[in-house]
């Protein structure tokens, strides 16, 4: 039996990715018409899925992006938004709205290849971010046991969620490809022995976008 559900959504495709700037507080414009496109596709498909199983709550992140991926899909689903800024990405200090390229060569790689280190002045380390945010999202967890919960969500989170769920030491190299537009889906099973444990149903899914990338190709 399927108890709690969560579904993950990343924002679609944003200014600041295509520019290749690191998209914090100070940076991110929000998405662009691609990104649109992306949301407008996995809203619909989420729809669908809604009216057989309706979902109870969506989450979104503080970042415009996220906001504007949440607001096409609570349209489609007629469902309120909440934001909490506890799921926001990782802090980026003085690397916001610097471009990705010059943060990774100043820093020696990217915030994961030197995870107890923060890769800018003022910015988290990334053992730490997955720890806060780790923590939070077992708490919502906890809170939404035996829902079907909905989040718009940046890359970062997704990856926490993994962590979290498939017990992945800090500090692993491991690490994993979320598209913009993509969904992510955990199921919580508990067995007729009572047994529970969370399963991965769906992981990087961009179905959906297959016509969009088509259409983009031509």
């Known amino acids: 039996m399927i108890t709690t559900e969560l579904v993950f959504v ?3 495709e944003a200014q600041c990715n295509v520019n290749g700037l690191v998209g914090g507080p100070r940076t991110c414009t929000g998405l662009t018409n691609r990104g649109y496109a992306q949301v407008e596709r996995v809203a619909h498909r989420l729809a669908a899925e809604h009216r057989d199983r309706p979902f109870d709550t969506l989450y979104t992140e503080p970042r415009i992006r996220l906001r504007q ?4 899909i609570s349209q489609a689903l007629q469902l309120p938004i909440s934001t909490d800024d506890r799921l926001d990405g990782p802090v980026h200090g ?3 709205g610097q471009p990705w390229t ?3 060569t100043t820093a020696d790689g990217g915030p994961h290849a030197h995870p107890d280190k923060p ?3 003022g910015s988290d380390t990334w053992d730490g971010y997955l720890k806060r945010a780790g923590h939070f ?3 919502l967890i906890n809170q939404h046991e035996g829902e079907r919960v909905l989040f718009t969500a940046h890359g970062e989170t997704v990856i926490v969620a993994h962590t979290l ?3 992945i030491p800090l500090g692993s190299p491991a690490g994993f490809t979320i598209s913009h537009g993509s969904l992510t889906h955990w199921q919580h099973h508990l067995n007729r022995l009572g047994q529970r444990r969370w399963i991965l149903d769906r992981h990087n899914d961009t179905e959906h976008l297959a016509a969009l990338e088509q259409e ?3």
């Open 10 to 12: 990343r924002h679609g």
């Open 216 to 218: 983009a190709a031509s």
């Open 119 to 121: 890769w800018a002045a």
């Open 137 to 139: 999202l077992q708490k």
């Open 165 to 167: 769920l498939l017990g």
């Open 94 to 96: 003085a690397a916001d």
């Open 69 to 72: 991926t949440a607001e096409i």
């Open 102 to 104: 010059k943060v990774k």
